[in-house]
């Protein structure tokens, strides 16, 4: 599971509502937990809110903008789009100092080079995180019976800020920063409910740490969200072992791992034949279902860093083109598709 | 590859064995007039298709001479052209001894092709020698490189961990590095070298000090750039710092060169010699660490923020313009 802004607001209005409930009438307040439903989808803005749940919400409307409408827009509509995202940001800060997935958004947009953000993020994240466990520590006495959930959700803008940190600290080559800051996170949230996981997956096989990848592997059925079973192993895990045996040259095996991608994702040959890079999702990895032919096209977009390694002529990498080669899909055929 | 050296040395030791014990004065004796005519000396079809690689090498070298001048349409057409001759050679050279080993490899090279496919057909090679040959024998000098007839072996193996290397196959790169060191620690075929990128590139600290040290910190192109780019990739800039002026100061037109990539062509069949510190040992350098660098797509932009660094590829920008 990845983040979904949309779903994220509703509960946080959803336990913001609970909590105004009588609870010496619990028929009253089971009447009225049924209604919120219908009141959030027609008018949400009357539900009672603090100025933190108002700038998530404008947080969650830029997402929207960003993650899932700017890369279907035409050229001349991504300039207003991106205008107006920023300006739903800068509303959310004026309304939250500390709404930290704003702050992380705006920099996103900001800062070009994937050094400059990266190092916007690692030198922030203490600060974000101090501030979030404060958050998370408030919420679980504020909300009693629902401690958890508000204590989770007051931590989600960290666990966004430092997996986007690992996410980028692999991109930018730094494959040993990418492991401890997944470490931290799944310590922080066995659950790992924002996969970062998965980018770790991709770091132990940069650092070709087969040994490593296992570990991870291994303690991925623990308690996560994402409830995927071990049988149905994630197409990072399953790509991360086909760059590490393509690089112990056991290509017998690494065509197994290859199978078991196309065997467990719909539409699989020609995603890893045209290998797209994608960009990133701003808020977070972007939600797409578990084993669909999206996560997909997600995990081989992020595994670029695998693919496109090594010295060869065609500027695929050579993992990429030995991937493609395996697919059988003729390489004007992906070409025509992308 | 310096095949005429090679080849005397060859010619000299077989014809002294037929000949009985030589004093070392009669060993010199011999070797000097091995090296005036030693077409003479070629007893067996061994060294008749040694003779022959090392005149495909002499050819193949003046002809980047001449290529260097041409543009680029006309310098890939010269290039192809010369490539195939060099494999005509190499075919020539294997009808008179179809187990010569640097004519095999030299084959392979200049196909040029992808480090996968080349890797295989490599290995392939690897693998016949070893049935044919046996393991590589180390004299009592500890050093296989003292053989001159394990040269080729060795050369094959350097080839194999710059193939893995390229391939993005760094573990494999570092223990093909690590099993020549071991057979040959001279190492004039600079594993260590090879050795040291793909120890950054794993952000294996401990593996390129203990690396360092092994050759008593003597330093060289390949060590700095590693050092810098782990450093990098490692998120201790101040450290990265030091290691990559460390290297623009000691290795010249470093700077220059990390800056403005240039073209190197394939080696043939192995590392070009250079004089240490010279331009050409940064060049070969910055050329090999090529994959690396760009698998942390910023350490150039962020290296370029550094003045000194700056003032230091463009001293030499300056330099190179007022000597041409």
Known sequence: ?338 | MDASDELVRRLSLKRSDKLGHLSPEGFAELERSVSKNPSLFVDDEHEAAFLEVGKALARIEDSRDEEENLDDDAYLRARRHHLDRLVADCDRALSLDPGCVDARLLRVLAADQDPNEALGLLLELQQEVEEQDGPLVVPDSGDAWDDVFSRPRLRLDAAVARTCFDGARYRLAESSCRSLIEHAPSDLLGARLTCSLALARLEDEKGLNALDVRFRRAGNAWMHLSRALLMFKLDRLGAAQRAIMGFANLCEGGAYLLVHPTYVDIYLPDRPSFKPGSFEESLLAVHEADPIVVDTPDFVAWASTLPEFVAKAQGFDDGADAGW
Not at chain 1, 66 to 93: H, M
Not at chain 1, 109 to 132: G, Q, T
């Open chain 1, 1 to 338: 599971m990845s983040f979904d802004p949309r779903r994220e607001d509703y509960l946080r209005l959803g336990l913001r509502f609970a909590r105004t409930l009588d609870s010496k009438d619990p028929f009253g307040a089971a009447r009225a937990i049924s209604t919120f439903s219908r009141r959030y989808d027609q008018n949400r803005d009357a539900l009672p809110q603090s100025d933190g749940d108002r700038a998530f919400h404008l947080v969650a409307e830029a997402t929207d903008l960003i993650d899932y409408q700017l890369p279907f827009a035409s050229d001349e509509a991504v300039q207003p789009l991106l205008d107006n995202a920023g300006k739903l940001l800068d509303e959310a800060l004026d309304l939250d100092a500390h709404c930290h997935d704003a702050t992380r958004m705006k920099a996103a947009a900001e800062l070009l080079s994937f050094e400059s953000y990266y190092r916007f993020l690692e030198a922030n994240a203490p600060a974000v995180r101090e501030s979030c466990l404060r958050r998370r520590d408030a919420a679980r006495e504020e909300f009693g019976a629902r401690a958890d959930l508000a204590g989770d959700i007051a931590l989600r803008p960290y666990l966004r800020w430092a997996s986007t940190e690992a996410a980028k600290a692999l991109i930018c080559g730094r494959y040993t920063k990418t492991i401890e800051l997944a470490d931290e996170l799944l310590e922080l949230d066995p659950t790992d409910q924002c996969d970062v996981r998965f980018t770790a997956a991709l770091a132990f096989a940069k650092l070709e740490d087969e040994a490593g990848l296992e570990r991870l592997a291994r303690g991925r059925n623990v308690r996560l969200a994402s409830s995927t079973g071990p049988e149905h192993a994630d197409a990072w895990l399953l790509m991360a072992r086909v760059a590490l045996a393509y690089k112990r040259r056991d290509l017998t095996c690494a065509r197994e791992w290859l199978a078991r991608i196309t065997e467990s994702y719909p539409h699989a040959l020609e995603t890893l034949s045209r290998q797209d890079e994608l960009p990133d999702g701003v808020f977070a990895r972007l939600a797409v279902a578990p084993h669909s032919e999206d996560e997909l096209i997600l995990a081989v977009s992020e595994a670029t860093v695998l693919l496109q390694e090594g010295r060869d002529e065609n500027g695929r990498g050579t993992l990429g083109a030995w991937v493609a080669a395996q697919t059988g899909v003729p390489a004007d055929a992906s070409a025509r598709r992308a």
